[in-house]
C-alpha cells in the first residue's frame, strides 16, 4: 500500500509524454468523478434543500425583467443559455448537477496542459476547483446562476486551452471567441485565463522552454484577451443601445480607472491579501494559510535562484510572479474596488493549486526528498476539509433562516386575514422593512462576513429597494399565496412617511395599521 502511495501520490511529476486524444484520455472520467464526489460532499446540502434568499428569491424564476437585468450587466449569453439548456426556473439539483459538470471539465482540460497524471493531484485540484469560498457563497445565495458562471469558467479554461497546444489565426480568433463568451456570462472569470496563461508561462519559462517563444506566445494570449474585451465591450453598447437600456460601464468610468490606476494597483494587491485569507474563515484556520504561503514563497525563491545565471529568463518569471496575483483580483481594478467579493475571487484560490504544482514538480522538489509533498498534501487537505465543514455550515445556516422567515410570515398573514378592514386578494398591502431574525447567533462564528450571509432571514437584502421584489417574491413562490402588494410608487412614500416611522414593527401588536388605504405592515 505504502508503494502505491510513494509511486502514484508522492512522486514527482512524470516525464513530459505525448498527451493522448483529447476525448480518449481517462483523466476525462476520473476528473468528473473527483468533481463529483467533492461537489456532493461539500454541496449536496444546497443542492438538494430549496433555501432561495436574497438575490436567488427574486431570481427564482426568470422573468422577463431578470433577463433584462442580465443584458443591462452585460450577461447577455445567460438569458440564451437558460432557454436552451436549464429552462426558466432555478432547480437546485440540475443547476448544481450541471455546474459540477463544468467544474469537471474546466479540471480535465488543466489537468492536459499542466500534465498532470498523479491520481492524487488530480483528486486535489479538483478539490480547490470545488470546494473553495467563491462556490459556496454561490451555491448558498446565488445559486440561481450557479450552473451559467461555471460555465462562463470552463468557456475560459477552454480558450486557454487553445491558447496553448494550437497556433495560428484560426485558433487564435477561437480563443478570443471563448474568452468573448465567458465574458457574456459572468465577467470575474476573465481572471482565471489570465492566471492560467501566467501559471502555462512560469511553467515553460522553468523548464528551459525557448524564452523568446515564451515571450511571443505570452504576447498572443495579451491580444486575445484585450481583443475579447474590446468585442466585449463594442457588443454590449450595441445591445444596450438597440434595446434602450442602461449601459453599467461608461467611457468616464474608464478614464477613471486610468487615472487611479496607480492606487487601484497597491489596492489590489491588499485585497488580493485580505481575500486569500478571508475574514469568514475561523481565527485559528488562518495560521495554516500563513504556512502555506510561507512554504509556497520559499519554493517559489527557490525556482527563481534556479535560474539566477540566465538573467532574461529570470527577470521575465519574477515579472510574471509579481503580476500574478494582480491578475487574480483584476476585477478589483475594473470595479474600482467596488462589489469585489467572493463571486469575484475564483481565481485567488488557484494559489493553492500552484503550491501543488511547485512542490510536485521534479525540478524544484528532488526525487529523494517526499517530506515537502507530504506537508503539502497535508496542508491543502486541510484546507479542503475545512471548506466542505465551511460550505456545509453555511447551508445549514441558511435552512435555519428560511424556517425563521417562514415561521414570522406565516404569523403576520394570519394577523393580517383575522383583521376587518383586510379583503382577501383586494386590500393592497405594504411590507415595510423586514424582521432580521434575533442577534446574530455567535455559534456561526466569523460566518456572517461571507457575501450574501450576514442576514438572518431568507427577505433580507442588501439594497433598500430590493425589499419589495422580495416580498412579492417570497408570497408567490414560497407561500404560493395571492397578496395585493400596493403599487411600488406608493410603498416608496410610505417608506419616508412620518406615520409609519412612528409605527412600531413586528411583533408589537400595533405593527399592522391602516394608512390611505393600504394596509401596512412594519417588520423591522
Not at 44 to 56: E, I, M, P, Q, V
Not at 360 to 381: A, K, T
Not at 399 to 411: F, H, L, N, P
Not at 489 to 499: G, P
Request: aromatic residues 14%; glycine residues 6%; charged residues 15%.
Amino acid at each position: 500500500m505504502m508503494k502505491w502511495i510513494r509511486e502514484n501520490c508522492l512522486s514527482p511529476a512524470e516525464p513530459l509524454r505525448q498527451e493522448p486524444p483529447l476525448l480518449k484520455d481517462r483523466r476525462l472520467l476520473f476528473c468528473l468523478l473527483s468533481v463529483l464526489c467533492w461537489g456532493l460532499v461539500a454541496h449536496g446540502y444546497g443542492f438538494l434543500n430549496c433555501n432561495f434568499s436574497h438575490d436567488s428569491l427574486n431570481a427564482f424564476y426568470a422573468t422577463p425583467r431578470e433577463n433584462q437585468w442580465k443584458l443591462e450587466n452585460g450577461r447577455f449569453i445567460v438569458p440564451v443559455y437558460r432557454a436552451l439548456f436549464r429552462g426558466s426556473f432555478a432547480l437546485p439539483w440540475l443547476v448544481g448537477l450541471l455546474a459540477l459538470v463544468f467544474i469537471g471539465l474546466s479540471l480535465y482540460l488543466m489537468a492536459r496542459m499542466l500534465k498532470l497524471r498523479k491520481p492524487l493531484l488530480l483528486v486535489l485540484a479538483g478539490g480547490i476547483l470545488t470546494v473553495n469560498l467563491s462556490v459556496t457563497a454561490q451555491t448558498a445565495t446565488y445559486i440561481h446562476e450557479l450552473d451559467c458562471n461555471y460555465l462562463a469558467l470552463l468557456l475560459a479554461v477552454a480558450a486557454v486551452y487553445l491558447w496553448y497546444f494550437y497556433r495560428g489565426w484560426l485558433p487564435f480568433l477561437g480563443s478570443t471567441a471563448l474568452i468573448f463568451l465567458s465574458l457574456g456570462i459572468y465577467q470575474s472569470f476573465f481572471a482565471t485565463a489570465a492566471v492560467l496563461m501566467i501559471l502555462l508561462s512560469l511553467k515553460e519559462l522553468h523548464e528551459d522552454a525557448d524564452v523568446s517563444s515564451v515571450f511571443l506566445r505570452g504576447l498572443r494570449g495579451i491580444g486575445a484577451l484585450l481583443l475579447a474585451i474590446v468585442g466585449y465591450c463594442l457588443f454590449n453598447a450595441i445591445l444596450c443601445r438597440l434595446f434602450h437600456l442602461a449601459q453599467p460601464y461608461a467611457a468616464a468610468q474608464s478614464i477613471s480607472i486610468l487615472t487611479s490606476l496607480p492606487s487601484l494597483i497597491a489596492g489590489t494587491y491588499s485585497d488580493f491579501f485580505q481575500a486569500l485569507h478571508n475574514r469568514a474563515y475561523p481565527d485559528g484556520f488562518r495560521f495554516v494559510l500563513y504556512a502555506v504561503d510561507l512554504l509556497l514563497l520559499a519554493e517559489l525563491a527557490f525556482a527563481l535562484a534556479q535560474k539566477r545565471k540566465e538573467p532574461v529568463r529570470l527577470l521575465l518569471m519574477a515579472v510574471l510572479l509579481c503580476v500574478m496575483p494582480l491578475a487574480m483580483d483584476v476585477t478589483f481594478v475594473l470595479t474600482q474596488g467596488d462589489q469585489v467579493h467572493e463571486l469575484t475571487y475564483y481565481a485567488v484560490w488557484m494559489v493553492w493549486l500552484i503550491y501543488l504544482l511547485v512542490t510536485f514538480h521534479p525540478g524544484i522538489c528532488p526525487v529523494s526528498r517526499r517530506w515537502p509533498r507530504v506537508v503539502c498534501v497535508c496542508l491543502v487537505g486541510i484546507i479542503l476539509w475545512q471548506n466542505v465543514v465551511f460550505a456545509n455550515t453555511a447551508y445549514m445556516k441558511k435552512q435555519v433562516a428560511e424556517k425563521a422567515t417562514y415561521s414570522t410570515i406565516t404569523r403576520v398573514l394570519d394577523r393580517i386575514e383575522q383583521r376587518e378592514d383586510y379583503v382577501y386578494c383586494e386590500t393592497p398591502v405594504a411590507f415595510i422593512g423586514t424582521g432580521g431574525g434575533i442577534a446574530y447567533p455567535m455559534e456561526y462564528g466569523n460566518m456572517h462576513r461571507l457575501v450574501g450571509l450576514h442576514l438572518n432571514d431568507s427577505i433580507g437584502v442588501d439594497i433598500p429597494f430590493d425589499f419589495y421584489n422580495a416580498y412579492r417574491a417570497y408570497f408567490r413562490y414560497v407561500l404560493d399565496y395571492p397578496i395585493i402588494l400596493c403599487w411600488e410608487s406608493k410603498w416608496w412614500e410610505l417608506q419616508s412617511s412620518e406615520k409609519v416611522a412612528q409605527m412600531p414593527a413586528f411583533p408589537h401588536p400595533d405593527c399592522i395599521q391602516m394608512i390611505d388605504g393600504i394596509l401596512v405592515v412594519k417588520m423591522g
